[in-house]
């Protein structure tokens, strides 16, 4: 049996059931937002078995052998939740379940939250991206403006984002944002050498690769479209050399899926900003016509 | 030593308290908010930590001892209540790359869920223990629509594993299981919990966290971190203000 984890119209999530029916896998979609009508049992001992129950659908925990996750919190998800308590917490106690019988079960989680985590903190998991062979760009994260200066002084052209998994667009920092520095003292802020060049985006899936060229002129692509830029995606092939890194890289983090951000500089070297262990990938599917949702399911029904 | 705790962690504020003249040196998130900070991929040597009231380069610390979960909105009643969440996670962020790189003991070594060792739920703590060949009692829980009230089992009896060592475990067996639980963990300061005493006693579950306030505990943790190592002088950057 195949775990589906999500809400209803999560667009991957979609895909891969769509997948699912037309190779005829079983699979059990636990849909967060029904929250009212679904029960959980779970016993660990020796074994892990339990149930679990929603409308009069039941899957038995000991014979699943794949879980895609794409949840959410269950109580912003579980319509009512925000006006009734014990709905709520009834809501909080399945996603504890859940992540409990996650934690302990022989069956493949794409991809288990140990291994998720490790996306945030970027500083944290760029290390580890560099100690599998891809260029990361020099990073600064600092309360001190002296440093920034410093910083921007030996690269030129630099940007700041986040630190940790909550998004936020990639900006470059201008002279005009000088005057902001004194509000470095109130939180870590990172910075990164600006590094030119061309965006790709690499799924892996299992042993199966899937690369995405995305032209843009944006400092961040994500948000081009908002601001009245341009962004062409389309299906590309990389260097196999890219290829297996990606793969090593994507193992070493224990993701089954990932979605890789690289960079290819003007000088031909290739730079791994981020792995995204949940990827919405129909973004980049649906624009390069590549099947990542039937890579995934078939990923799941392999077990 | 710096010890990394939230700003109510009582027994990591005495525990600074009485080795403040070794060089132990309170961090807590505040410290955070303040001028000086600096961390550089790829260059751990680099790294800058402020904490009580000084700056200096992590690696010339004696290590650090961490007690703090991760960084929440409550830690940080300095910021904007709006922007409490977002910097709260960046800081946890932050303190997980600076730990993870830090070339100095850090114990419990940070993992990417929790800034002070394994954060497992009961289930994989006795999964763990069952691996290691201990007896585990089933542990039953549920989400039911009409009643999600959780009775967890209370401990009858706990031991404590500080490195190689094991404190207050009531007989051999129980002592055995703690180790290894630990050493399967990869938890060098654990607290370990049983359903019983005896020698047929199982693990219930485990807190990376352990008892400051008991003179065998904390003479085990300074022992650990070889305290005449972190009582060596430190490099202090240069006066500035901290600002913040």
């Not at chain 1, 985590?117 to 001190?144: C, E, R, W």
């Not at chain 2, 290894?180 to 607290?191: E, I, R």
Request: aromatic share 8%; glycine share 8%.
């Amino acid at each position: 049996m195949i775990v589906l984890w999500g809400v209803e119209d999560d667009a991957p999530l979609a895909v891969v059931r769509s997948a699912l029916r037309r190779i005829g896998a079983h699979f059990f979609f636990l849909d967060q937002s029904r929250s009212r009508e679904t029960e959980i049992d779970l016993a660990v001992g020796d074994g892990v078995t339990g149930e679990i129950r929603l409308g009069g659908a039941r899957c038995d925990l000991a014979s699943v052998a794949a879980i895609y996750l794409r949840c959410h919190n269950a109580r912003a998800v579980t319509p009512g939740a925000n006006r009734d308590e014990a709905l709520a917490r009834h809501a909080d106690r399945l996603d504890q379940i859940m992540s409990a019988f996650l934690d302990v079960t022989a069956a493949r989680v794409v991809n288990p939250a140990e291994a998720m985590a490790t996306n945030g903190s970027k500083p944290y998991q760029s290390a580890i991206i560099a100690a599998h062979g891809f260029a990361v760009p020099n990073t600064l994260i600092t309360t001190d403006p002296d440093e920034v200066a410093a910083f921007a002084a030996r690269h030129g052209e630099i940007i700041y984002k986040s630190i940790s998994g909550v998004r936020s667009i990639v900006n470059r920092f201008q002279p005009e944002h000088a005057g902001r520095l004194k509000d470095l003292v109130w939180c870590p802020t990172q910075f990164q050498q600006y590094l030119p060049g061309r965006d790709y985006r690499v799924h892996v899936v299992g042993d199966a690769v899937f690369a995405t060229e995305i032209v843009c002129d944006a400092d961040d692509y994500r948000y081009a479209a908002r601001r009245g830029e341009d962004v062409i995606i389309q299906a590309t092939l990389i260097p196999f050399f890219v290829a297996d890194r990606c793969r090593a890289l994507a193992a070493a983090l224990g993701f089954a899926l990932a979605g890789i951000d690289l960079r290819l500089t003007p000088q031909g070297e290739w730079y791994c900003f981020e792995v995204n262990p949940s990827p919405a990938f129909t973004y980049y599917a649906d624009a390069g016509g590549q099947p990542i949702g039937e890579a995934v399911a078939e990923l799941l029904a392999a077990g | 030593m710096i010890v990394l705790a939230s700003a109510w962690d009582d027994a990591a504020r005495d525990f600074v308290a009485r080795h403040a003249l070794a060089g132990v040196s309170l961090l807590v998130p505040r410290d955070l908010s303040r001028s000086g900070w600096r961390y550089r991929s790829g260059d751990p040597a680099a790294t800058i930590m402020v904490a009580g009231g000084r700056r200096f380069l992590l690696n010339e610390s004696g290590g650090v001892l961490t007690r703090l979960p991760a960084v929440t909105d409550a830690d940080l009643p300095h910021i904007a209540a709006a922007d409490r969440a977002y910097v709260a996670a960046e800081l946890t962020a932050f303190l997980l790359a600076v730990l993870a790189s830090a070339t100095v003991p850090v114990l419990n070594a940070p993992t990417p869920q929790r800034l002070c060792g394994p954060a497992w739920q009961d289930a994989k703590w006795r999964r763990a223990a069952h691996r290691c060949g201990f007896a585990v009692k089933e542990a039953r829980s549920h989400a039911l629509i009409v009643d999600d009230a959780v009775e967890e089992e209370p401990p009858r009896a706990t031991a404590t594993v500080v490195g190689d060592t094991c404190i207050g475990a009531p007989n051999p067996v129980l002592s055995a299981a703690a180790r290894a639980v630990a050493k399967a963990a990869g938890a060098a300061l654990l607290t370990v919990e049983f359903d019983d005493p005896g020698p047929d006693g199982t693990v219930l579950r485990a807190r990376p966290l352990v008892d400051l306030s008991d003179p065998l505990v904390e003479e085990a943790v300074l022992r650990l971190f070889r305290m005449t190592d972190a009582g060596r002088p430190r490099t202090e950057l240069d006066d500035r203000s901290l600002g913040g």
